[in-house]
Protein backbone atom coordinates (compact mmCIF):
# COMPACT_ATOMS: atom_id res chain seq x y z
CA UNK A 1 0.00 0.00 0.00
CA UNK A 2 3.01 2.26 1.00
CA UNK A 3 5.64 1.98 -1.57
CA UNK A 4 5.47 5.90 -2.91
CA UNK A 5 7.57 4.89 -6.02
CA UNK A 6 4.86 2.42 -7.12
CA UNK A 7 0.71 2.49 -7.65
CA UNK A 8 -0.96 0.25 -9.13
CA UNK A 9 -2.17 0.56 -12.64
CA UNK A 10 -5.50 2.82 -13.32
CA UNK A 11 -6.16 2.30 -16.80
CA UNK A 12 -9.73 1.70 -17.75
CA UNK A 13 -8.74 -2.33 -18.47
CA UNK A 14 -7.06 -2.47 -15.51
CA UNK A 15 -10.39 -1.09 -13.32
CA UNK A 16 -12.81 -3.47 -15.28
CA UNK A 17 -10.39 -6.65 -13.83
CA UNK A 18 -10.36 -5.21 -10.46
CA UNK A 19 -14.20 -4.98 -10.61
CA UNK A 20 -14.59 -8.38 -11.92
CA UNK A 21 -11.99 -9.63 -9.42
CA UNK A 22 -13.51 -8.22 -6.24
CA UNK A 23 -16.95 -9.87 -7.18
CA UNK A 24 -15.26 -12.93 -7.67
CA UNK A 25 -15.58 -15.03 -4.43
CA UNK A 26 -12.86 -17.84 -4.49
CA UNK A 27 -13.85 -18.44 -1.00
CA UNK A 28 -17.34 -17.83 -0.45
CA UNK A 29 -18.79 -17.67 3.35
CA UNK A 30 -21.36 -17.25 5.60
CA UNK A 31 -20.08 -15.35 8.50
CA UNK A 32 -21.37 -14.19 11.96
CA UNK A 33 -20.87 -13.70 15.25
CA UNK A 34 -21.96 -13.72 18.96
CA UNK A 35 -21.13 -10.32 19.06
CA UNK A 36 -19.34 -7.79 17.06
CA UNK A 37 -15.78 -7.88 16.69
CA UNK A 38 -12.68 -5.63 15.44
CA UNK A 39 -9.24 -6.12 13.91
CA UNK A 40 -6.41 -3.60 13.84
CA UNK A 41 -3.54 -4.78 10.84
CA UNK A 42 -0.78 -3.40 9.72
CA UNK A 43 0.78 -3.65 6.00
CA UNK A 44 4.18 -4.04 5.61
CA UNK A 45 5.11 -3.03 8.28
CA UNK A 46 7.14 -0.31 10.15
CA UNK A 47 8.75 -0.50 13.01
CA UNK A 48 6.75 2.09 14.69
CA UNK A 49 3.19 -0.49 14.42
CA UNK A 50 5.25 -3.02 16.34
CA UNK A 51 6.28 -0.17 18.85
CA UNK A 52 3.66 2.49 19.23
CA UNK A 53 0.70 0.85 17.50
CA UNK A 54 1.07 -2.19 19.91
CA UNK A 55 0.99 -0.65 22.94
CA UNK A 56 -2.00 1.44 22.20
CA UNK A 57 -3.37 -1.94 21.32
CA UNK A 58 -1.73 -3.87 24.85
CA UNK A 59 -3.05 -1.11 26.62
CA UNK A 60 -6.78 -2.09 25.60
CA UNK A 61 -6.17 -5.56 26.14
CA UNK A 62 -5.95 -6.47 22.52
CA UNK A 63 -3.80 -8.11 20.14
CA UNK A 64 -3.10 -6.87 16.38
CA UNK A 65 -2.52 -8.52 12.99
CA UNK A 66 0.70 -7.52 11.24
CA UNK A 67 1.20 -8.40 7.85
CA UNK A 68 5.21 -8.67 7.13
CA UNK A 69 6.84 -8.21 4.14
CA UNK A 70 9.59 -10.11 4.59
CA UNK A 71 11.57 -7.81 1.75
CA UNK A 72 10.90 -4.90 3.85
CA UNK A 73 12.79 -5.58 6.88
CA UNK A 74 14.99 -3.56 8.41
CA UNK A 75 14.49 -1.58 5.23
CA UNK A 76 13.89 2.69 5.17
CA UNK A 77 10.33 3.35 3.38
CA UNK A 78 7.93 6.10 3.48
CA UNK A 79 6.33 4.74 6.63
CA UNK A 80 9.45 4.95 8.38
CA UNK A 81 11.92 2.06 9.17
CA UNK A 82 10.63 -1.67 8.57
CA UNK A 83 10.36 -4.24 11.39
CA UNK A 84 13.34 -6.20 12.84
CA UNK A 85 13.61 -9.75 13.80
CA UNK A 86 13.13 -8.66 17.45
CA UNK A 87 10.01 -6.83 16.61
CA UNK A 88 8.82 -10.12 15.38
CA UNK A 89 10.10 -12.14 18.72
CA UNK A 90 8.23 -10.00 21.07
CA UNK A 91 4.74 -9.30 18.81
CA UNK A 92 4.73 -13.21 18.75
CA UNK A 93 5.57 -13.35 22.12
CA UNK A 94 3.17 -10.89 23.23
CA UNK A 95 0.06 -12.93 21.15
CA UNK A 96 -0.15 -10.95 18.36
CA UNK A 97 -0.57 -12.84 15.09
CA UNK A 98 2.27 -12.17 11.77
CA UNK A 99 0.01 -12.31 9.12
CA UNK A 100 1.62 -12.88 5.12
CA UNK A 101 2.22 -9.72 2.53
CA UNK A 102 4.19 -11.07 0.29
CA UNK A 103 8.18 -11.24 0.55
CA UNK A 104 8.26 -8.14 -2.47
CA UNK A 105 5.56 -6.76 -1.57
CA UNK A 106 4.56 -7.11 -5.15
CA UNK A 107 1.22 -6.31 -6.92
CA UNK A 108 0.02 -9.59 -7.35
CA UNK A 109 -2.65 -8.38 -10.58
CA UNK A 110 0.92 -7.94 -12.37
CA UNK A 111 3.00 -11.05 -11.18
CA UNK A 112 2.79 -13.96 -12.81
CA UNK A 113 1.13 -16.23 -10.05
CA UNK A 114 4.06 -18.66 -10.37
CA UNK A 115 6.25 -15.97 -9.34
CA UNK A 116 3.67 -14.67 -6.03
CA UNK A 117 3.41 -18.59 -5.29
CA UNK A 118 7.11 -18.60 -4.94
CA UNK A 119 7.04 -14.95 -3.45
CA UNK A 120 4.46 -16.36 -0.63
CA UNK A 121 6.91 -19.09 0.57
CA UNK A 122 9.98 -16.72 0.31
CA UNK A 123 7.93 -14.85 2.68
CA UNK A 124 6.90 -17.57 4.56
CA UNK A 125 9.97 -18.99 5.38
CA UNK A 126 11.76 -16.28 6.14
CA UNK A 127 8.94 -15.03 8.99
CA UNK A 128 9.80 -18.79 10.20
CA UNK A 129 13.13 -18.02 10.43
CA UNK A 130 12.64 -14.58 12.50
CA UNK A 131 10.54 -16.91 15.01
CA UNK A 132 6.80 -16.53 13.46
CA UNK A 133 4.71 -19.46 13.19
CA UNK A 134 3.58 -20.18 9.35
CA UNK A 135 1.35 -17.21 8.94
CA UNK A 136 -2.25 -18.36 8.22
CA UNK A 137 -3.38 -14.35 7.19
CA UNK A 138 -2.51 -12.65 3.61
CA UNK A 139 -3.08 -9.56 2.94
CA UNK A 140 -2.37 -8.17 -1.02
CA UNK A 141 -0.21 -5.32 -0.95
CA UNK A 142 -1.98 -2.16 -2.62
CA UNK A 143 -4.92 -4.49 -2.31
CA UNK A 144 -4.30 -6.00 -5.68
CA UNK A 145 -5.16 -9.47 -6.51
CA UNK A 146 -6.38 -11.71 -9.39
CA UNK A 147 -9.30 -14.33 -9.71
CA UNK A 148 -6.58 -16.96 -10.68
CA UNK A 149 -4.51 -16.32 -7.86
CA UNK A 150 -7.69 -16.17 -5.05
CA UNK A 151 -8.82 -19.51 -6.49
CA UNK A 152 -5.18 -20.50 -6.28
CA UNK A 153 -4.23 -18.58 -2.63
CA UNK A 154 -2.16 -21.65 -0.32
CA UNK A 155 -4.80 -23.68 1.48
CA UNK A 156 -2.33 -22.84 4.70
CA UNK A 157 -3.75 -19.43 4.40
CA UNK A 158 -7.02 -18.92 6.29
CA UNK A 159 -8.07 -15.95 4.68
CA UNK A 160 -6.48 -12.71 2.54
CA UNK A 161 -7.32 -9.51 2.97
CA UNK A 162 -8.21 -6.25 0.90
CA UNK A 163 -8.39 -2.96 1.06
CA UNK A 164 -11.95 -2.52 0.44
CA UNK A 165 -14.20 -0.85 2.82
CA UNK A 166 -16.78 -2.61 4.02
CA UNK A 167 -18.12 -4.93 6.93
CA UNK A 168 -17.33 -8.87 7.17
CA UNK A 169 -20.90 -10.32 7.82
CA UNK A 170 -22.94 -12.55 6.18
CA UNK A 171 -22.20 -13.16 2.67
CA UNK A 172 -18.25 -12.89 2.40
CA UNK A 173 -15.44 -13.91 0.44
CA UNK A 174 -12.36 -15.30 2.53
CA UNK A 175 -9.97 -14.67 -0.16
CA UNK A 176 -11.21 -10.57 0.24
CA UNK A 177 -11.90 -9.67 2.75
CA UNK A 178 -12.84 -5.62 3.40
CA UNK A 179 -11.13 -3.94 5.55
CA UNK A 180 -10.91 0.46 6.27
CA UNK A 181 -8.10 2.54 6.07
CA UNK A 182 -7.08 4.15 9.59
CA UNK A 183 -5.25 6.88 7.66
CA UNK A 184 -6.44 9.67 5.41
CA UNK A 185 -8.64 12.43 5.26
CA UNK A 186 -12.58 11.12 6.97
CA UNK A 187 -11.10 8.01 7.75
CA UNK A 188 -11.29 7.80 11.57
CA UNK A 189 -15.03 9.30 10.92
CA UNK A 190 -15.58 6.59 8.86
CA UNK A 191 -14.55 3.59 10.44
CA UNK A 192 -16.31 5.27 13.55
CA UNK A 193 -19.82 5.04 11.33
CA UNK A 194 -19.11 1.68 10.42
CA UNK A 195 -18.24 0.61 13.94
CA UNK A 196 -21.88 1.73 14.87
CA UNK A 197 -23.34 -0.06 12.08
CA UNK A 198 -21.38 -3.32 12.88
CA UNK A 199 -22.09 -3.43 16.47
CA UNK A 200 -26.22 -3.57 15.31
CA UNK A 201 -25.13 -6.13 13.00
CA UNK A 202 -22.63 -8.00 14.94
CA UNK A 203 -20.47 -7.48 12.24
CA UNK A 204 -16.40 -7.95 11.91
CA UNK A 205 -14.73 -4.95 11.06
CA UNK A 206 -11.09 -5.05 9.92
CA UNK A 207 -8.94 -1.47 9.92
CA UNK A 208 -5.40 -1.23 8.66
CA UNK A 209 -2.95 0.72 8.65
CA UNK A 210 0.81 1.13 8.44
CA UNK A 211 2.69 3.21 11.17
CA UNK A 212 1.73 4.91 14.38
CA UNK A 213 3.12 7.93 15.76
CA UNK A 214 2.06 11.38 16.66
CA UNK A 215 3.68 12.47 13.62
CA UNK A 216 2.48 9.49 11.21
CA UNK A 217 2.84 9.58 7.26
CA UNK A 218 0.25 9.80 4.54
CA UNK A 219 -0.36 6.32 5.44
CA UNK A 220 -0.12 6.22 9.45
CA UNK A 221 -2.20 6.69 11.65
CA UNK A 222 -2.39 9.18 15.35
CA UNK A 223 -1.50 6.73 18.27
CA UNK A 224 -4.44 9.16 19.92
CA UNK A 225 -6.68 8.09 17.06
CA UNK A 226 -6.12 4.59 17.65
CA UNK A 227 -6.44 4.91 20.86
CA UNK A 228 -9.94 6.44 20.67
CA UNK A 229 -10.81 3.99 18.01
CA UNK A 230 -10.23 1.01 20.48
CA UNK A 231 -12.27 3.12 23.43
CA UNK A 232 -15.41 3.27 20.89
CA UNK A 233 -15.01 0.05 19.90
CA UNK A 234 -15.06 -1.17 23.63
CA UNK A 235 -17.79 0.87 24.04
CA UNK A 236 -19.93 -0.53 21.94
CA UNK A 237 -19.51 -3.92 23.01
CA UNK A 238 -16.92 -5.12 20.28
CA UNK A 239 -14.42 -7.71 20.80
CA UNK A 240 -11.00 -6.88 19.42
CA UNK A 241 -8.71 -9.66 18.00
CA UNK A 242 -6.06 -10.60 15.12
CA UNK A 243 -7.75 -11.91 12.01
CA UNK A 244 -7.22 -15.59 12.18
CA UNK A 245 -8.84 -15.19 15.76
CA UNK A 246 -11.55 -13.38 14.66
CA UNK A 247 -12.33 -16.10 12.36
CA UNK A 248 -12.16 -18.73 14.30
CA UNK A 249 -14.79 -16.79 16.33
CA UNK A 250 -17.27 -17.02 13.46
CA UNK A 251 -20.40 -18.80 14.42
CA UNK A 252 -21.22 -20.18 11.33
ZN1 LIG B 1 1.72 -2.97 1.90
Not at 99 to 117: E, P, V, W
Not at 141 to 148: I, K, L, N, R
Not at 192 to 212: E, N, P
Request: net charge positive; with cysteine.
Amino acid sequence: MTAAAYAPRRDLVSKVRRRLTQHYAARPATLSFAQPVLSITFDDFPASAADAGARVLERHGACGTYYAASGMAGVEGPCGMGYTAGDIARLVQAGHEIGCHTSSHADCARQDIFSTLEDLARNRDALIGMGAPSPRAHAFPYGETSGELKNNLPPRFMSARGILPGLNVGRTDLTQLHAYPLFGAGAMRRVAAALKSAARRKAWVIGFTHDVSDTPSAWGTRSDDLDVLLHQAHQLGFVILPVTAALERRLA
